[in-house]
């Protein structure tokens, strides 16, 4: 085969890379980045056209999306706000599968072990929505959810509430009917987990790895914070807009009268505390806050202030161009109906400068609209590397820890922090109206991890506009991995926005 092909792959590919960061092309890690994915870029995809790199059902991975709400006062209105998400979520569940294209939401996630028991290749395998994992204490139970609705599950409500009792005393009792315990190593044959108690807001992104064995269990949690309402999930199965969506319809769906399951639970627990939750061994705690503006003004905007304030931090005054950030986009040609199905791409940017002053916010519009179409249109910058790394030999346990970044060794830095950007700005449409949803708070992992040669780490920003204006959540490490610190950033992203409008 000629090589002028691949050629022209590598010198497009360069140039794209150049159009938001400045490569320092003495380093051979990025002639070999280029050469790698030109190369691959006429093989046929190892792992199918549609293999999902972004995750391996990894902790790192897991995000949550929530809505303002008050915890529970006490473990009998635990358990009955915990069955009345249980159904909501098995009613969105139901209403959205097949609606999301490659994300098939009737599943759990398996994975293998590998020797020395350490996770192996994760997979989606099918399951009932109303199979449901209920978290108590240190353990989880399955139970089948009565069609006829919350209303009609009193003795599930009771069922859980001697379980809670039993928790709170010493040795172990019978697990009543209908609950069934999950033990040992046995995957939780349930898509959903529904958390009775309180989570801190730091593991809440976490919730549905409570009713998990090492062989995996649910993709969705929903658990409550002091202040929230969280849907958790694996992004292996779920991400972008559709997790919006389900969460909106959870939230709605979730807005019943419990009065009857609390009075059921309460005559069994009388008014004590629900079970202590165990800690976690998960991903880094990230810094969260969040906040409830006036609608923002569209993304060229939104992206100019977020690369200004991105050059500030770096403190390099003779830059021409700011630290890049991701945006993550819809697939496919904007009459496409199926576009804001599908998961979402991310686009790379950044903000040029010439002696210490930005470009127009017209000029970056222009440059950021076209790299946006690209990555729709699945020719652009990070499009290609991911077809690339699809093409590539190897098992796809391992590409998918390698693009995550949990297997990425020091030498690929330099290249992981600029794809991975200093930031991510997610600017997520909640799809059809429901009626009855609370403005909503979504957080995710950044692509860049704060580590004793990069302590600056990357965050980042979700918005979500609702009918009292845009919710804005900022999630982050390092430099923006303490509340103050994450707050002081989105303080200073939006004085830059109102600086230019």
């Known amino acids: ?8 792959r590598g010198a497009e590919l360069a140039r794209l890379l150049d159009d938001v960061a400045a490569v320092d092309w003495r380093n051979p ?38 809505w303002p709400s008050a915890p529970p006062v006490d473990a009998a209105d635990a358990i009955a706000r915990a069955i009345a998400h249980a159904h909501a979520a098995a009613s969105a569940i139901r209403a959205l599968d097949g609606e999301l294209p490659g994300q098939p939401l009737c599943r759990r996630v398996e994975r293998t072990i590998e020797q020395g028991r350490a996770p192996g290749l994760a997979w989606a395998a099918p399951v009932a929505a109303d199979r449901i994992a209920f978290v108590i204490g240190a353990r989880a ?54 958390v009775v108690g309180e989570v801190g807001i730091d593991e809440a992104r976490h919730s549905h790895r409570r009713a998990w064995s090492t062989r995996g269990g649910p993709w969705l949690g929903v658990a409550s914070t002091a202040e929230l309402t969280c849907a958790s999930t694996c992004h292996m199965i779920v ?39 165990p800690s976690l061994p998960a991903a880094q705690p990230l810094a969260i806050a969040w906040r409830t503006v006036a609608p923002l003004p569209r993304l060229p905007v939104l992206g100019h202030a977020l690369g200004r304030v991105l050059w500030a931090d770096a403190a ?23 576009r804001l199905r599908r998961r979402v791409v991310p686009a790379l940017l950044s903000v040029r400068f010439a002696a210490g002053a930005p470009e127009s916010i017209a000029d970056f519009g222009q440059r950021a609209r076209a790299s946006i179409a690209r990555e729709c249109a699945g020719t652009g910058l990070m499009a290609q590397l991911m077809a690339a790394a699809r093409a590539a030999p190897g098992s796809l346990t391992w590409k998918r820890r390698a693009v995550a970044g949990s297997a990425r060794p020091g030498l690929f830095a330099p290249a992981a922090r600029v794809l991975g950007g200093r930031a991510c700005l997610s600017l997520l449409r909640t799809g059809p109206d429901v009626d009855g949803a609370p403005p909503l708070v979504a957080v995710s992992s950044p692509a860049v991890p704060a580590t004793a040669a990069d302590p600056h780490g990357s965050c ?40 230019a409008t």
């Open 1 to 8: 085969m000629s090589p002028v092909p691949m050629l022209r």
């Open 141 to 194: 139970y399955l139970a089948t959810l009565d069609p006829r609705g919350a209303a009609a599950e009193l003795e599930l409500a009771r069922a859980l509430a001697e379980v809670a009792r039993s928790a709170h005393a010493t040795g172990d009792a019978p697990v009543p009917a209908p609950l069934e315990a999950i033990t040992g190593d046995a995957t939780a044959a349930a898509a959903i987990a529904c």
């Open 316 to 338: 390099r005054p003779r830059a021409v161009r700011s630290p890049t950030f991701q945006v993550p986009v819809a697939p496919g040609h904007v009459d496409d109906p199926l």
């Open 29 to 66: 890690l990025w002639w070999a980045l280029v050469g790698g994915a030109a190369a691959l870029g006429t093989s046929a995809a190892v792992d199918g056209p549609e293999a999902y790199l972004a995750s391996d059902a990894e902790p790192a991975a897991d995000t949550f999306i929530g």
């Open 239 to 277: 991400d972008g807009f559709g997790h919006a969506w389900l969460t909106r319809r959870i939230a709605a769906g979730a807005a019943v009268d419990v009065a009857p399951l609390r009075a059921i639970a309460a005559r069994v627990l009388e008014r004590r505390p629900p079970p202590a939750l």
């Open 460 to 499: 980042v920003l979700t918005v979500i506009d609702g009918p009292r204006g845009s919710t804005i959540t900022l999630s982050g490490l390092g430099a923006t991995g303490t509340p103050r610190g994450a707050d002081e950033l989105l303080d200073r992203w939006l004085a830059a926005i109102a600086a």
